[in-house]
């Protein structure tokens, strides 16, 4: 079974602080991916990245930088000089390679105040 | 990447009637497709994994009878709420997997569900 575990389900920060929001992830399977999305208030769902088991090299996307460690079972998601549009729901998935659905966790509200 | 559409995006109906929600994939053919329900401030879960031409396959504790699924094309999958009641009121995401993008889920837009 999987299971993915955000422990911050809100995190308040003024505009411009540095926020790291954590992943943590359970599968027996040895090929997997993982995933982070953005959920404005629309309730869409916004795509940001997908990472592979056999890749951890961490990434960094403008604002955005990604930790990837299996040996902790984490994918840790940084968003540096926070903005007030990051205020969202981020939510971190997970889905092994027979299935393709998507576990996910149980979400991290960040509100970012100007 | 690949769209999904749902439709429609929101629907206000009364306790007992049937609501269809119709998800689609307009540039690629998907052959699964994945319903998941959102309540307010919860994580999204999983409904039922819906397979074209075949039978739906249900998660445990959502009930078949009451959620029907239709996957009638490589293109569109339904989803009937049969006589719904306002606990039925959340949020309803559909996703398609493209087979080409290295099992990349494209979600649509969500149908936001209210039950009087």
């Known amino acids: 079974a999987q299971k993915v575990t955000q422990a911050q389900t809100e995190i308040s920060v003024v505009e411009k602080e540095d926020v790291t929001l954590d992943c943590v992830y359970e599968?027996?399977?040895?090929?997997?991916?993982l995933f982070w999305y953005k959920q404005p208030p629309s309730g869409e769902l916004v795509f940001l990245i997908r990472?592979?088991?056999?890749?951890?090299q961490n990434e960094i996307s403008g604002r955005y930088s990604w930790n990837f460690q299996k040996s902790t079972s984490s994918f840790n998601f940084t968003i540096t000089a926070s903005q007030v549009v990051d205020s969202a729901v981020y939510f971190c998935a997970l889905i092994y390679n027979a299935g393709n659905m998507l576990t996910f966790g149980g979400g991290t509200r960040l509100m970012v105040k100007p | 990447g690949a769209v999904v559409s749902q439709h429609p995006s929101w629907v206000i109906c009364k306790s007992g009637t049937s609501v269809k929600i119709e998800c689609r994939s307009l540039d690629f053919q998907a052959t699964t497709m994945f319903w998941y329900r959102q309540f307010p401030k919860q994580s999204l879960m999983l409904m039922a994994t819906?397979?074209?031409?075949?039978?739906?396959?249900?998660e445990q504790g959502v009930e078949k009878d009451k959620f029907l699924i239709n996957h009638a094309s490589l293109t569109l999958s339904t989803l009937t709420v049969t006589s719904a009641h306002p606990e039925d009121s959340s949020f309803y995401i559909c996703?398609?997997?493209?087979?080409?993008?290295?099992?990349?889920?494209?979600f649509g837009p969500g149908t936001r569900l209210t039950v009087l």
């Open positions: 819906s397979n074209e031409g075949s039978k739906a396959t249900y």
């Open positions: 996703s398609a997997p493209d087979y080409e993008s290295y099992n990349e889920q494209f």
């Open positions: 599968t027996r399977d040895t090929t997997y991916y």
């Open positions: 990472r592979n088991s056999f890749d951890e």
